[in-house]
């Protein structure tokens, strides 16, 4: 099946930093990622849909200045949290299909994210 | 917006038994739904999917059922193996076409599947 590749996998940053996280499609192109949050023994939370050079659709309370998206090309997209807090400590995970549609939803191993 | 609501939210059995895992939907427009594995600390990984133009699909030991009426589906695991350990996410969606429609995740059920 498709690859999806995120990237750190585990980041540990001191409170005020900025952290990047990149998602990557490797095999295919994804007009359209994901972004989770996952807190420990939860559900996946949909923070928002990274739209392949547009804006990014955030959901309902979700900072959109606080975790910024960039999808600048077909493979590629970047959460970063910007001026990260503890309770900003979680898993982010992305996700992609193909653009073809119907497809398998694919996720990133995901990011686990430590502010101190 | 679509509600997912996923029952039990930990479920334990023995190895060789069998394991259903329920979710209900809200959308009666939803007509794609997807079953995820996640192992601790790992991604999740689908490991099977229904739409609604059918009441059933098979995998080896894993099934999936959708009642479009009653809005519910479940996933049904035979003769479980310690390696079913994991939690397992339904999600529902209305897929009209395209690649950027929206899963809604139930909450998870952990299954233990006890030697």
């Known amino acids: 099946g498709a690859v999806v590749s995120q990237h750190p996998s585990r980041v540990i940053c001191k409170s005020g930093t900025s952290v990047k996280i990149e998602c990557r499609s490797l095999d295919f192109q994804a007009t359209t990622m994901f972004w989770y949050r996952q807190f420990p023994k939860q559900s996946l939370m949909l923070m928002a849909t990274?739209?392949?050079?547009?804006?990014?659709?955030?959901e309902q309370g979700v900072e959109k200045d606080k975790f910024l998206i960039n999808h600048a090309s077909l493979t590629l997209s970047t959460l970063t949290v910007t001026s990260a807090h503890p309770e900003d400590s979680s898993f982010y995970i992305c996700?992609?299909?193909?653009?073809?549609?119907?497809?398998?939803?694919?996720f990133g191993e995901g990011s686990r994210l430590t502010v101190l | 917006g679509e509600n997912v609501e996923q029952h039990p939210s930990t479920l334990s059995v023995q190895e060789g038994d069998s394991a259903v895992i329920k979710c209900t939907y809200s959308d009666s427009a939803s007509n794609y739904f997807p079953w995820y594995k996640q192992e601790l600390g790992k991604r999740p990984q689908l490991i099977i999917d229904i739409r609604s133009n059918v009441g059933e699909k098979k995998d080896q030991r894993i099934a999936v059922t959708l009642n479009k009426t009653a809005k519910h589906f479940s996933l049904h695991i035979t003769e479980t193996q310690p390696e079913d350990s994991a939690v397992y996410f339904c999600a529902a969606t209305k897929n009209s076409g395209g690649s950027n429609y929206k899963l809604t995740f139930g909450k998870g059920t952990l299954l233990t599947v006890n030697p």
């Open positions: 990274s739209n392949e050079g547009s804006k990014a659709t955030y």
């Open positions: 996700s992609a299909r193909d653009s073809a549609g119907w497809g398998e939803l694919f």
